[in-house]
């Protein structure tokens, strides 16, 4: 019975290759330094990453246990190592399978090496078994810090190293050492600082010590092949751009005025300074118009907007007989508001307005009706009021997204790849965010970030529960962003070299989505915010950030020419180009062949 089993397989498995051919590269391995945490005992971790033809799947495989940051350092390397080298994460699978000596082996410490072996899987490039490198991975490519690197020095050495890199600024590491001192009878044990120059460790012991802030200085370091950082300059503001901007932000200064001199007309006096105070801000946003930065102008206004329908909406309140009735009132009109919002909606997405502008309309549109439900739990009254002020114009700027994403129109996306991105782009940033969450409470890092992005992901989660999956999209995005900023902070040493990098990835994002077809409008608004409104250097790297990624995801769905849809009797089909289609069965061929060799070890050796 063995022996049929036996010849069953053998005679399927030329078939199933016969049908799927194998575009996998060569497995790589690199070894990742580590230490025992209670003991500082250096130790070696060998990693095998393969990449393979897939759908964006990370997968993990660990002996022995692995802390959950793991997962996490994976998928994040998966995704910076597309990222450098132009290749689309959700067209291959991630395989990283993780043997060590030690009973627990971490993640964060082993992102850097981890991104090395995944760009060399993926160029099929061979690595130098001789380097070893620690380092935590940030989403923008730069090296983190991490410890216990004299530990990791030492092992590293004992195992033939001859090269050792290390996270920028760590050459010198000052530690807490426990010295013990013997004066019989007495024992006294204190701590003391202790610096090490790893660097001049490294060469006594015969390894040249580096310090590497790039991750694209490493794979050179690994591999000696280059990846070039092309970086494109120009306006990021464009006169298509300009001109769309221009007429909703000089509609929406008009509103703002008349919106003013109404409440004017009817203010409580209790409310007239907070009403007078609005003057100034109406002039920050005309100065910004008048200096061609219509979003910024547009933003300000929204703001001002919110805060003088507010104080109109409470004078009125103060001076009502049945508060009751006029609370109930007020909710039935920001109701028909953001009726009105989903009907333009509905229109944009009919006539394939910019799949950005639909997005931040989505957005926009699920914040209002969240406002307009947590109205209806106020404990005050002024609380109702501005939870329905603010619902009211986060509606209307809906609108304006709206007819924004159908200035110029935008290419047909199928609801189904819109649906699978919009779902792919959830799970990343939740797993981004997981990871970020679980090294600033061990680091110290700042939180603020974290509570934002798992607000932007909740209301993604909203939105593919209600179909809104371009808004989706757009705020896994931005909580993808969040987390991200929050890793990239934490230790960091030069802020105003960050904004800068930051700013010029931005610029680049933008003009190389034109280049492939696409007009970010909402990129370049986030661009634009960062320039102008960003209230700190932090805040200006999240906007940046924000457009960088808004870009590079308009180009992908700009350059879903090779995906025509066709709609028959029986709803949508797609027509995939010839080489999709020859290695589509590739996943299959690997499932069954790692089935096969399962079986027959296990049956061999049970």
Not at 176 to 183: F, G, L
Not at 443 to 452: K, L, N, T, V
Request: hydrophobic share 40%; net charge negative.
């Amino acid at each position: 019975m063995e022996k049929k089993r036996l010849i069953l397989i053998l005679l399927i498995l030329p078939i199933l290759l016969s049908c799927t051919p194998c575009t996998s590269a060569a497995p790589v391995s690199v070894l990742l330094p580590a230490v025992y945490a209670s003991e500082e005992i250096g130790v070696l971790t060998n990693l095998t990453v393969w990449v393979t033809d897939g759908t964006g799947h990370v997968f993990v495989d660990t002996k022995p246990f692995a802390q959950v940051d793991m997962q996490g350092s994976a998928r994040l390397s998966s995704m910076v190592a597309c990222d450098i080298t132009g290749t689309d994460p959700e067209a291959h699978d991630f395989f990283y399978v993780i043997h060590s000596d030690s009973p627990v082996i971490g993640g964060p410490s082993a992102g850097a090496a981890m991104t090395v072996a995944t760009v060399a899987a993926l160029e099929n490039w061979t690595v130098d078994s001789g380097v070893v490198m620690t380092g935590m991975i940030n989403p923008d490519g730069s090296i983190g810090a991490v410890g216990g690197i004299p530990a990791k020095l030492n092992v590293s050495v004992r195992h033939g190293a001859h090269t050792f890199l290390i996270p920028p600024g760590q050459g010198n590491i000052t530690e807490i050492v426990q010295v013990i001192e013997h004066d019989d009878p007495v024992v006294t044990i204190s701590d003391e600082l202790v610096t090490t120059n790893v660097i001049e460790l490294g060469a006594a012991r015969g390894v040249e010590v580096r310090e590497i802030d790039d991750i694209r200085d490493a794979v050179y370091a690994y591999t000696g092949n280059e990846i070039p950082r092309i970086i494109l300059t120009g306006e990021v503001q464009t006169r298509g751009y300009l001109d769309a901007m221009q007429p909703l932000a000089l509609a929406l200064l008009d509103e703002t005025r008349v919106q003013y001199n109404e409440t004017d007309a009817i203010v409580d006096s209790r409310l007239k300074d907070a009403l007078d105070s609005q003057i100034h801000a109406i002039e920050d946003a005309q100065n910004d118009y008048d200096s061609g930065n219509y979003y910024a102008s547009m933003s300000r206004s929204f703001n001002t907007m919110i805060k003088i329908r507010r104080i109109g909406w409470h004078s009125l309140y103060l001076d009502s007989d049945d508060k009751d009735e006029y609370l109930s009132n007020l909710t039935v009109c920001v109701e028909d508001e953001i009726a009105d919002a989903e009907l333009a909606v509905s229109e944009a997405r009919l006539e394939n307005g910019v799949l950005e502008g639909i997005g931040a309309a989505e957005s926009r549109l699920t914040i209002a009706k969240e406002r307009l439900e947590w109205a209806s739990h106020a404990e005050s009254a002024d609380d109702t009021i501005y939870l329905l002020a603010f619902a009211m114009e986060r509606a209307r700027s809906a609108k304006w997204w709206a007819t924004l994403s159908c200035v110029g129109g935008g290419a047909e996306i199928p609801e189904d790849l819109l649906k699978d991105r919009a779902g792919r782009y959830y799970s990343q940033s939740a797993s981004i965010l997981a990871y970020a969450e679980m090294l600033t409470s061990e680091a110290g890092g700042d939180r603020s970030w974290i509570m934002d992005a798992t607000d932007d992901l909740s209301r993604a989660r909203r939105e593919l529960r209600t179909g809104y999956y371009a808004g989706a999209i757009y705020d896994s995005l931005h909580a993808m962003v969040l987390s991200g900023t929050a890793i990239e902070l934490m230790g960091i040493a030069d802020i105003d070299e960050k904004v800068n990098k930051s700013e010029r990835d931005a610029m680049s994002a933008i003009l190389a989505a034109r280049t492939g077809g696409a007009e970010p409008i909402l990129a370049t608004s986030a661009y634009e915010h960062a320039e102008i409104l960003a209230a700190s250097d932090t805040d200006r790297i999240v906007d940046y950030g924000y457009a960088k990624m808004v870009a590079r995801t308009a180009r992908f769905f700009a350059g879903q020419g090779n995906r025509t849809v066709e709609q028959g009797t029986d709803g949508i089909r797609e027509t995939v180009d010839e080489e999709t289609a020859e290695t589509a069965g590739l996943g299959w061929y690997w499932v069954l062949t790692i089935v096969a060799a399962v079986y027959l070890f296990r049956r061999r050796y049970a």
